[in-house]
Nanobody
Framework: QVQLVESGGGLVQAGGSLTLTCAAS????????MGWYRQAPGKQRDLVAS???????TYADSVKGRFTISRDNAKNTVYLQMSSLKAEDTANYYC???????????????WGPGTQVTVSS
């Protein structure tokens, strides 16, 4: 019903920058919030940043001041601008959120494939 596809990952040098894109498609009436998550091998999937329909943003302490989340409502797309990247930022990055598929129905989509970010030290 709602599909999520992440893109933009790659290999970067420490201190470098990268921008990730999350495109949502399908039956979308509205989006309440969207967030970026990351998971490194052997670790939990943690929330990195989120943005609400009102534009309120939240960041994990580990990325505060370095990452910026933004959205393009017309395109149902969310971005994550990353700078001053560190080796510990290496992970598979995913997006997800809370969607309305109709005026009466909420849905949280299945996880997409994610996009790998690797930061060399």
């Amino acid at each position: 019903q709602v599909q999520l596809v992440e893109s933009g990952g790659g290999l970067v040098q420490a201190g470098g920058s990268l921008t990730l894109t999350c495109a949502a498609s399908g039956t979308i009436f509205s989006i309440e919030s969207m967030g970026w998550y990351r998971q490194a091998p052997g670790k939990q999937r943690d929330l990195v940043a989120s943005i609400t329909s009102r534009g309120t943003t939240t960041y994990a302490d580990s990325v505060k001041g370095r990452f910026t989340i933004s959205r393009d409502n017309a395109k149902n797309t969310v971005y994550l601008q990353m700078s001053s990247l560190k080796a510990e930022d290496t992970a598979n990055y995913y997006c997800n959120g809370d969607f309305r598929s109709s005026i009466n129905s909420w849905t949280r989509p299945a996880w997409g494939p994610g996009t790998q970010v690797t930061v060399s030290s």
